[in-house]
């Protein structure tokens, strides 16, 4: 059975600096990775003390799908993309977290992982702005 979304749920402070929020869904706090060279939102759930997948029960993992299902088709209205990259790592950041990655070829990072490659490039506060309007608008928040 699944538990109450929020109950002592507390997102992690480098996911808190390097994203922007975008809209809470029924399981994940949905952000946007402030880095311009790749669309790229960061699927976390509202649920304390997850690390893995297999922390969250039956109908979580479910929902999660759903989810990130929700993020990828969200990228696909807001950039143009040959191919969506979606993983969950957690080496750094330890809390329970999926990336959704939009990526064309010939990006930054292309073709090896967004991961460690180079600086961010932060969005202006306009495109910022602009991008989180427009993916509020593509996930129905």
Known sequence: ???????????????????????????????LMDDARFPWLILVPRRAGMRELDDLDDDERALLMQEIQAAMKALRTVAACDKLNVGVLGNIVRQLHVHVVARRVGD????????GQGEALRY????R???ATQLRSGTGS
């Open 1 to 31: 059975m699944s538990r109450e979304p929020e109950a002592g749920f507390e997102l992690h402070p480098r996911l808190a600096r390097d994203t922007v929020f975008i809209a809470d869904w029924p399981l994940c706090r949905v952000l």
């Open 108 to 115: 930054a990072a292309w073709p090896g992982p967004v991961w």
């Open 124 to 127: 202006t506060p306009a495109q």
């Open 129 to 131: 702005q602009s991008l």
